[in-house]
């Protein structure tokens, strides 16, 4: 089984900020099959990124997602008020497993 | 619209079983291999299983494996999970999840993010 350890645990910045979050698999993620999703409270979460990069359909352009191997990056160019919600990793070149997420809150 | 709609959630003793059923609507249901995820109280996501568009390929968890299977009616647009044994550490939010690409005729794939997710039942396993 892949464990995904994601970092930070929270990220503490305000509207209009970059935020860079980190996901390190313990093994060589296959085809660099890693997904990004966000989660608001209450609901349902939501596919950003699929394949390391490739944004889903709708998602603005302000994320994006890049890494291979090991060590994959989310990164939100400018926080807008909207984007703070907890984000999770996932990879799916084995048996899908998740990270344990990352917080963005509002500073 | 595409749309997922869990249903089945609720209290159960420890060791008594319940099924769990997402009804799908608005695409090709057998070209797309589907998922269960849950989500405990408060914690982080955690896959419980996956089945391909025919059946032909099932995963699961090690957390659920032996006691939880995996099914689905192509014909009645459904996705099902009947879980055994249930402990109260299986209590939480079940979702059902649709994968991304196109996975028919010969793609027996469980690799995929997921595209479309429900909004969830939840089960609550307590004495």
């Known amino acids: 089984e892949i464990v995904l350890t994601q970092s930070p645990a929270t990220l503490s910045l305000s509207p209009g900020e970059r935020a860079t979050l980190s996901c390190g698999a313990s093994?060589?993620?296959?085809?660099?099959?890693l997904a990004w999703y966000q989660q608001k409270p209450g609901l349902a979460p939501r596919l950003l990124i699929y394949?390391?990069?490739s944004r889903a359909t709708g998602i603005p352009d302000r994320f994006s997602g890049s890494g291979s191997g090991t060590d994959f990056t989310l990164t939100i160019s400018r926080l807008e008020p909207e984007d703070f919600a907890v984000y999770y990793c996932?990879?799916?070149?084995?048996?899908?497993?998740f990270g344990q997420g990352t917080k963005v809150e509002i500073k | 619209e595409v749309q997922l709609v869990e249903s089945g959630g609720g209290l159960v003793q420890p060791g008594r079983s319940l099924r769990l059923s997402c009804a799908a609507s608005?695409?090709?249901?057998?070209?797309?291999?589907m998922h269960w995820v849950r989500q405990a109280p408060g914690k982080g996501l955690e896959w419980v299983s996956g089945?391909?568009?025919?059946?032909?390929?099932?995963g699961y968890a090690d957390s659920v494996k032996g006691r939880f299977t995996i099914s689905r009616d192509n014909a009645k647009n459904s996705l099902y999970l009947q879980m055994n044994s249930l402990r109260a550490e299986d209590t939480a939010l079940y979702y059902c999840?649709?994968?991304?690409?196109?996975?028919?005729?010969?793609?027996?794939?469980?690799?995929?993010?997921?595209?479309?997710w429900g909004q969830g039942t939840m089960v609550t396993v307590s004495s």
């Open positions: 093994q060589s993620v296959s085809s660099s099959y």
């Open positions: 996932q990879q799916y070149g084995s048996s899908p497993s």
């Open positions: 608005g695409f090709t249901f057998d070209d797309y291999a």
């Open positions: 394949d390391a990069s």
């Open positions: 089945i391909s568009w025919n059946s032909g390929s099932i």
């Open positions: 999840a649709k994968d991304l690409r196109y996975c028919g005729g010969d793609c027996y794939s469980l690799s995929d993010a997921f595209d479309i």
